[in-house]
């Protein structure tokens, strides 16, 4: 359970950074046409000098360093010529997606380049670590349940109070309504129905969800919907996006992780790639990194 959690905060992190960096950087144009009006108050203009300025005053900072420790990590681990596999990247993708399921509003090679230069960055701070095969093996036996991922969905459902409204949306799905828009105007699901009933990944052992309600997303097929399934609230219609096919991960598969972990523990460090930024030769815009 202690690994989930980490998985849970890990995740997080990795998505905040991916929006924040993309809401900085996703335009090159960015930066031009400071002077051009973003919005109006009256008679009071806002530029977009001023809404630039806010976010720099407010984000900047973190952005910025965000993307110095990106080319410290590289820089270092090319030094001790560390790599990173791309199936580990890919599993830890699937953990964290199984887990965490919100990585569908973010694009999967911005969590993908996240997720390999943190392992980049572990691989950095643990390589002098020695751990035994006996330890590895003892570590991954008693967290073999972190090492298991279930079957799970990403779905979003319609909810309705009765059968009969759940027909009539049914119909107007089969002439061509958009899934999105008719759980935003009808769906009386609070949770999901301003995100066009969108209520991300589930598995196949969440407690919440019925027989007769997995009995169904078993036969679905991706980007089909359900017919009508009665659920607690009234009537569901839902939708699959994406399945994800339960994975157990054998000692060989996890072993560099299990490593990286084990190693972790034992140093107590926050992971951060601040220990190597004067073997990296940094010098940066807000002066001394003493302050972090």
């Not at 020695?130 to 008693?142: D, F, M, R, S």
């Not at 301003?194 to 997303?217: A, C, M, P, W």
């Not at 598969?253 to 084990?262: F, G, N, P, S, T």
Request: hydrophobic share 40%; with cysteine; aromatic share 10%.
């Amino acid at each position: 359970m202690e690994k989930k959690q980490l998985w849970l905060i890990i995740a997080g992190l990795i998505f905040i950074n991916c929006l924040t960096i993309t809401f900085f950087l996703a335009k090159p144009d960015f930066f031009s046409g400071n002077e051009e009006v973003v919005a109006t108050v009256g008679k009071n203009k806002i530029t977009r000098q001023d809404w630039l300025s806010k976010m720099e005053e407010q984000y900047g900072e973190d952005v910025l360093k965000e993307l110095v420790d990106q080319k410290v990590i590289q820089s270092v681990a090319k030094k001790y010529k560390i790599k990173v596999p791309e199936q580990a990247v890919e599993q830890e993708y699937l953990m964290i997606k199984n887990l965490y399921g919100a990585t569908s509003s973010i694009d999967e090679e911005k969590w993908k380049e996240q997720i390999k230069y943190r392992l980049l960055l572990e691989e950095l701070l643990t390589k002098d670590v020695v751990v035994t095969e006996a330890e590895l093996k003892k570590y991954y036996e008693e967290n073999k349940a972190s090492y298991q991922i279930p079957t799970s969905f990403h779905l979003s459902q319609i909810v309705v109070k009765t059968e009969k409204e759940a027909s009539q949306a049914l119909k107007e799905l089969e002439q061509g309504s958009k899934f999105e828009t008719l759980a935003m105007e009808i769906s009386i699901d609070d949770f999901s129905a301003h995100k066009g009933g969108d209520i991300g990944f589930v598995s196949v052992d969440d407690q919440r969800l019925t027989e007769e309600y997995l009995n169904h997303l078993q036969t679905l097929k991706e980007g089909q919907w359900s017919k009508a399934i009665q659920v607690e609230e009234g009537f569901a219609i839902v939708l699959l996006h994406e399945r994800i096919k339960g994975k157990d991960f054998s000692f060989k598969e996890v072993k560099d992780q299990v490593r990286r972990q084990i190693a972790l523990e034992q140093m107590d460090v926050a992971a951060s790639a601040n220990a190597f930024w004067d073997e990296a030769n940094v010098d940066w815009f807000y002066g001394k990194k003493e302050a972090y």
